[in-house]
């Protein structure tokens, strides 16, 4: 993409009225430095000690992040939360952005806010310490969130669904009421990024990574393995004559498959050298991709600005990383 074609995106995401639905998550750093270990006194076990510590937006907030850090100056944000710090945490990081909360439910009983706690020993990733996974969304809960989004939804020019957790907000009541809204405002553009629940979505901008959209179709790809360029392709076209809306296939390091109105193109990756962290790059090119429908362009120009926003983004070590205005710019040059 030239430069000048992803100003005038950006200049016009700017205004956008952009809505975010999901999963919002905490994503939390630990990195530890033994030199202060000590034995326990109780348990006669080595002390982890923390030397330093960080805590960013994941999930939906990840996706959050990036739309404010392109420049996106009116996101509203709908989610829940619990009453335990992470929620407090992931809230203050929020409103930091200055974005619209009054869609984010706190849940008193039965929820604990998704975070993902991820210690470091010497630059590498130890067990991840997971909160969340046992959520139990209440009827007050579910209907106040659906209250808030049908009440913003006739500004909203695009809605992002972000799944993340299997279960959690996304229940078969919560999805169901969630479809009613979608076809209710059938002009407002919706586009799902779903782990666990793209089945479930009729009417809507699909963004799946190759192994799901494989997956959707019954073509079984063992984990840890690569789906080869012929079994992407023929998702592709088995799912747009399912579904007959735009679909986004993303391949990492193989770029995106993107069906639009029955065309089928293949964006290429950028070439990046050197080490990278691809944790928080599907959120950067939903981020890129979005901005840019909502500017005007077409699938294909935004899926290549979802490669461009991804390609900066997972050059940035041990962190979700975002993609500024200036960066993009760099990267395209």
């Excluded at 793209?198 to 494989?214: E, P, R, T, Y």
């Excluded at 088995?238 to 109105?261: P, Q, W």
Aim: net charge negative.
């Amino acid at each position: 993409m030239n430069k000048q074609l992803i100003e005038k995106i950006l200049c016009n995401a700017k205004t956008a009225k952009i809505g975010v639905v999901g999963d919002f998550c905490l994503d939390v750093y630990w990195f530890l430095n033994e030199i202060a270990s000590e034995k326990s006194l109780e348990t006669d076990l080595p002390t982890w000690p923390i030397a330093a510590q960080e805590y960013s937006l994941g999930g939906a907030g990840n996706v959050v992040n990036n739309l404010h850090a392109l420049g996106c100056e009116n996101i509203h944000v709908f989610g829940v939360v619990g009453t335990d710090p992470w929620g407090q945490n992931l809230m203050q990081n929020l409103y930091k952005l200055n974005v619209n909360c009054e869609g984010m439910i706190t849940q008193e009983k039965h929820w604990a806010t998704p975070a993902y706690v991820k210690p470091y020993k010497e630059q590498n990733e130890l067990n991840r310490i997971d909160f969340g996974n046992f959520n139990k969304l209440d009827s007050y809960t579910l209907n106040s969130l659906l209250s808030s989004l049908e009440k913003e939804l006739p500004e909203l020019e695009i809605v992002i669904i972000n799944q993340q957790i299997a279960g959690s907000l996304f229940i078969k009541e919560f999805i169901d009421k969630l479809l009613i809204l979608i076809n209710k405002f059938s002009k407002t553009t919706f586009i799902v990024d779903s782990r666990h629940n793209s089945d479930a979505f009729q009417g809507v901008m699909l963004k799946v990574n190759d192994f799901i959209a494989a997956r959707m179709i019954g073509t079984t790809i063992p984990k840890g393995t690569v789906v080869l360029q012929e079994h992407a392709l023929k998702a592709a076209k088995t799912l747009f004559k399912k579904l007959n809306k735009t679909i986004f296939i993303t391949r990492g390091i193989n770029g995106c498959i993107v069906v639009d109105e029955g065309v089928i193109k293949e964006i290429p990756s950028l070439k990046i050298t050197g080490n990278i962290d691809a944790v928080g790059a599907g959120d950067s090119m939903l981020a890129g991709i979005c901005i840019a429908l909502v500017s005007g362009q077409d699938a294909f120009n935004s899926a290549s600005l979802g490669n461009l926003t991804a390609a900066v983004t997972i050059q940035k070590l041990y962190q979700t990383g975002t993609a500024s205005p200036e960066e993009l710019l760099i990267m395209a040059s």
